[in-house]
C-alpha cells in the first residue's frame, strides 16, 4: 500500500537559519541572546569603563578623552561605536527581561500578547538606542 | 527544594531548574532595581563631573548595592552563558574547557569590578 510520506522534522542547521523567517517573538528571543552574549564579551571594556571614570580625577579626564581623541591606537569615534552596541545590548537585554517578568507574573503567554509585547521590546530598544546615540554622537 | 544530588536526585518533573530560573529572574530584578537607583541619581540637578559620578558610589549604601549588582551580574551571566554552551557546543571536553574559561572570565571581572568598588 502506497503511503504518502509523512513530514519529517529535525533540528535547523546553521546553514538553514536565514531560509527561516522568524516572528517578533523569535527575534526578540535571538537579539536577547546576543545583546547577552556581546556584554558578556564586552564585559572587560565595561569595567574599564567603570575604573577609569571612578578611580581618579585623572583617569577620568582619561575616561573622557577615550570618547573624543580615542586611546592608545584606538580612535575616539571607535569607542563611541562600540560603546553605542552596548547601549542596544542593555536596552533590548532589559526590555526583553522585563517583558519575561511581566509575562511571568501576568501569565500573559498568548500568541497575540507574545506578538505585540515583542514588536514594543523591539521598537523601545531601537528608539531608546537612536536618541542616546544622538546623545553620545553629539548631535543634540 | 528537591534533591538535587546523589541516587534520590530528580530529572525530571515541576522544579528541576526552578533555582536557575528564580536567580535569574531576582538578580535580573536587583540589577535593574540598580540601573534606576544609579539613573536617578544622575539625573540629580548638578553638572556632570568626577565629583558627582564618583561621590554616586561613594555612599556606602550604594558601595553595599553595587556589591550585591555585581555578584547577581556574575551569577545571572553564568546562568545565560553556560544555557548558550549547552545549547551550542555538544562536544562534552569542548563544553567543559568553554564552561570553565567562562568561569574564569566572569570571576576576574567580578574581582576588578569589586577592586575598583573598594578603593573608592
Not at chain 1, 528571543?29 to 571612578?54: E, K, N, Q
Request: aromatic share 12%; glycine share 8%; with cysteine.
Amino acid at each position: 500500500m502506497a503511503q504518502t510520506p509523512r513530514p519529517v522534522f529535525r533540528n535547523i542547521h546553521v546553514s538553514q537559519i536565514v531560509a527561516y523567517r522568524l516572528p517578533p517573538a523569535g527575534i526578540v528571543s535571538i537579539l536577547h541572546r546576543i545583546s547577552g552574549a556581546l556584554m558578556f564579551v564586552l564585559m572587560p571594556f565595561i569595567i574599564w569603563l567603570f575604573d577609569t571614570s571612578l578611580t581618579s580625577e585623572v583617569s577620568y579626564e582619561r575616561f573622557t578623552s577615550a570618547f573624543t581623541v580615542g586611546i592608545g591606537f584606538v580612535p575616539g569615534v571607535l569607542v563611541k561605536l562600540v560603546v553605542l552596541a552596548l547601549i542596544w545590548a542593555y536596552l533590548h537585554h532589559f526590555i526583553a527581561g522585563v517583558r519575561h517578568l511581566w509575562m511571568d507574573m501576568t501569565h500573559s503567554v498568548s500568541k497575540a500578547q507574545g506578538h505585540s509585547s515583542a514588536i514594543v521590546t523591539l521598537g523601545a530598544s531601537v528608539v531608546l538606542t537612536v536618541l542616546l546615540g544622538a546623545r553620545l554622537f553629539g548631535l543634540y | 527544594m528537591s534533591i538535587n544530588y546523589g541516587s534520590k536526585r530528580i530529572v525530571v518533573g515541576a522544579h528541576y531548574g526552578m533555582r536557575d530560573w528564580l536567580s535569574q529572574r531576582v538578580t535580573a530584578a536587583l540589577m535593574a532595581l540598580f540601573t534606576l537607583v544609579v539613573l536617578v541619581q544622575v539625573l540629580l540637578p548638578g553638572p556632570m563631573g568626577y565629583d558627582k559620578w564618583a561621590g554616586i558610589f561613594a555612599a556606602q549604601w550604594m558601595k553595599v548595592l553595587t556589591f550585591v549588582v555585581i555578584v547577581s551580574l556574575l551569577w545571572h551571566a553564568w546562568v545565560g552563558v553556560r544555557d548558550i554552551w549547552m545549547d551550542y557546543v555538544k562536544p562534552v571536553g569542548l563544553r567543559l574547557v568553554l564552561q570553565v574559561g567562562t568561569l574564569v572570565w566572569l570571576v576576574g571581572c567580578a574581582g576588578w569590578a569589586l577592586q575598583v568598588l573598594w578603593r573608592l
